[in-house]
């Protein structure tokens, strides 16, 4: 036990996972910016720039929650040079409605709307189940989401199965143990509750260091598998191509 809770290993994490976000959907946003002293903004923009989408870019974006990485890759594509516009697509995923549902009232805060020529596509589903067809996307984004999964080789799998030939894999992933500490400390000060973010704590300590992750995402049938580390470690950008 850690701090006299027990731990994940016998529970059902993806109905844990799913319980945990549901109730920290209303806070969600605020702990990402409290917790990470706002640094989270500059990884996500850093992994949108590894992306560099093109017009024309079809994005699975999974775990996608409250739609950060989304919001993020849409700005992106309308500050691209070109204006000849091949129509880009995105589809946001993610196991939990509620986060989605926060997700959907942010786009249309920020003008993401259909009137305005944008048709984000909400889609409630697990990662490593996906309820998408074969090679339907250009390009496949996980941040901060890897991490809460039961099976990582299955979400790996996944986002190989709809990815098309020449498709491109990328992984966001938060690697530094001693911030872990302080993730439920901040749940408590912030949102008033301890216990989701407890268990928060609990799933990311038991997840694979970069090299290993690395030979997962080859292992799944990706090429030209490599990472890069940002803010020394704290976090990292895994990337793979379908080949
Ligand atoms: N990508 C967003 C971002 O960077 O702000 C959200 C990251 S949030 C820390 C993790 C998300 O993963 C939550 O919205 C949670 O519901 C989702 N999640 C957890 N397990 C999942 C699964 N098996 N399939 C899809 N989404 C999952």
New binding site residues.
Partial sequence: THFGFKTVKERDK?KE??SV?EKVADS?DVM?DAMSFGV?RIW?DLFIQELSPLHGCKLL??????G??TFRYLNYLNNLENKKKIKSYVTV????QN?LDVGQSRAKKLGFTPENGYNIDWLQ????NLSCPDESYTAYT????IR???HIDK?LSEAYRVLQPGGRFLC?ELYDQYSFQMIPVMGKLIAGQWEPYQYLVESIRKFPKQDELKGMIENAGFRQVTYKNLTFGVVAIHSGFKI
Avoid: C, P
């Fill in positions: 993806s996972v799913y976000f969600y990402n989270h996500k974006d999974t775990a996608g929650g409250t950060d990485i995923s993610d196991i939990n986060m589903s697990d990662a490593e996980i941040a901060f989401g809460n999964v039961t979400v966001l």
